[in-house]
């Protein structure tokens, strides 16, 4: 009676159906009172008593199993009309291998992200930028070095038409067009006349956050930066502000946050210091107001701007930011796991 048993529990488990009919014959045919299991409770009475406990147990698994299967039977119908999946014509012939999403690109959208949370949106502009966003507008004093051949790929001379070398030029560009008050985080590619070496590249990323209104402070500002930097590097990350220099932000800061690798203790990676350094920012210069139609005696901002491929080096490790160019699938499949 035992092996009758099991190959009923073998039988139960590989039952099908193909219409609703089907499913209601199989529970007649196993679970109803003239059914399989009920004929053999009546089997039961006759084994001997050693054996009653054992085969009790096993006839009553049985009775669950066909009652699992037959619930199952049911929303595989009730989800797909059938419940032999391989008549399921919508199903693709093979299987389909799942693609992973670029590293800088998962990092673009956790900066986006949190600054999202913060009241910002998103803007753009584009890659081919005049001279004045890229650096009049921005106070780039006329012979300043960055203008130079050197650091910029030119498309034109006259009137000049460059590739932007930083994301700042989406600052202006919405300066001019709206009104305060105005919240902007802008990612996007930029381009530099550098040699390419593993540390650097003639194109990378940057995210730039501008916030114009009215008392707009620096301890706006450095809630902001504090914010972020735990929100990207977990919540005992510590933030410090070195005073720094930059044509369109005045007083400006270079910020450094407390190495994510050894917590600050001092390790390789932050050359034993315990801060690594990961964005430039300050307050808006006023000449940069004026320069985009805002008054700068009623407004006043800050602004602050990253590398994304330095972020992206600091949460992963990454030692050579060519890597992120070079579209080799084993570096980029590793971060399947990530999103
Ligand atoms: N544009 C700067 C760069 O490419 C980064 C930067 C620094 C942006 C300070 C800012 C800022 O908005 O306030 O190096």
Redesign the pocket.
């Known amino acids: 009676m035992q092996e009758k048993i099991e190959a009923l529990l073998t039988e139960i488990e590989q039952l099908k159906a193909t219409t609703v009919e089907e499913v209601e014959s199989i529970r007649i045919k196993y679970l109803s009172k003239k059914g399989i299991i009920s004929s053999l409770m009546d089997e039961f009475r006759n084994i001997p008593a050693d054996q009653k406990r054992e085969v009790g147990m096993k006839i009553n698994a049985l009775k669950q199993a066909a009652g699992d299967r037959l619930q199952q039977l049911k929303e595989m119908f009730a989800q797909n009309g059938t419940t032999d999946v391989r008549d399921d014509l919508s199903r693709t012939a093979y299987p389909v291998a799942l693609g992973t999403r670029h590293p800088l690109s998962i990092v673009r959208e956790e900066i986006c992200d949190i600054f999202k949370r913060l009241g910002f949106t998103i803007a753009e502009g584009p890659e081919v930028e005049d001279d004045w966003h890229v650096f009049s507008s921005l106070n780039f004093a006329d012979d300043h070095p960055a203008r130079d051949m050197q650091d910029t790929f030119f498309i034109q001379h006259d009137p000049q038409v460059v590739l932007r ?4 030029s989406v ?1 202006t560009r919405v300066m001019e067009q709206t009104e305060p008050p105005i919240r902007i985080i802008c990612p996007g590619r ?1 381009y530099r006349n550098e040699a390419i070496s593993y540390r650097a590249h003639c194109f990378f990323h ?1 995210v ?3 916030y114009i209104d009215k008392d707009v402070s620096f301890a706006d500002l450095k809630q902001a930066l504090l914010f972020f930097a735990r929100e990207m590097f977990g919540a005992d990350t510590k933030i410090r502000l070195r005073p720094s220099y ?1 044509p ?2 005045e007083p ?1 800061a270079e910020m450094d946050i407390s190495c994510n690798i050894c917590g600050g203790e001092g390790c390789p990676f932050c050359k034993h210091t315990g801060w690594v350094e990961i ?4 307050m808006v210069d006023p000449n940069v107001l004026e320069n985009c139609g805002i008054d700068s005696k009623v407004y006043t901002g ?5 590398g994304i491929e330095r972020i992206t080096n600091l949460k992963y490790q990454v030692k050579d930011l060519r890597m992120f160019s070079e579209n080799d699938l084993r570096f980029l499949e590793q971060f399947r796991a990530a999103h």
């Open positions: 070398t930083h994301t700042s600052q930029v940057q730039e956050a501008l930059f369109f932000t400006s964005l430039g920012c300050g800050y602004a602050l701007g990253m």
